[in-house]
């Protein structure tokens, strides 16, 4: 099974994690199944951006994004080439290394 390596995130896992990923499950199921709590304020379903995480390893291996992630992507605090929203982005084969952005935008929680 692949592994999906967590780099330190002084907020989420500060040591960093290194989960068994199994393929067709989502970035942040397997997170989620370990212990390793994404936040993901739309419950999954790919209308915010808080689950925004980097694949800075193995970002090639996934199925590519689809045009709803692309919009929500666009909305997401640092927005790189290898950003994904953990909710959409299906394990694979290939081992992943995964930043989790040091900040994510919240629409829920903002105060307008």
Known sequence: ??????????EHCPDGLVVEGVPGETI???AM???LEIEHAC?????????????????ATLEPSD????DMLDKAWGLEAESRLSCQALVGSADLVVEI???TLNQVSEKH
């Open 1 to 10: 099974m692949p592994q999906i390596i967590f780099l330190p995130n002084a």
């Open 28 to 30: 942040i199921a397997a």
């Open 33 to 35: 199944r370990n212990g």
């Open 43 to 59: 419950e999954m379903s790919c209308a915010c951006t808080t689950c925004h995480v980097i694949v800075r390893e193995g970002f």
């Open 67 to 70: 045009e709803l992630e692309d």
């Open 101 to 103: 952005p040091r900040y």
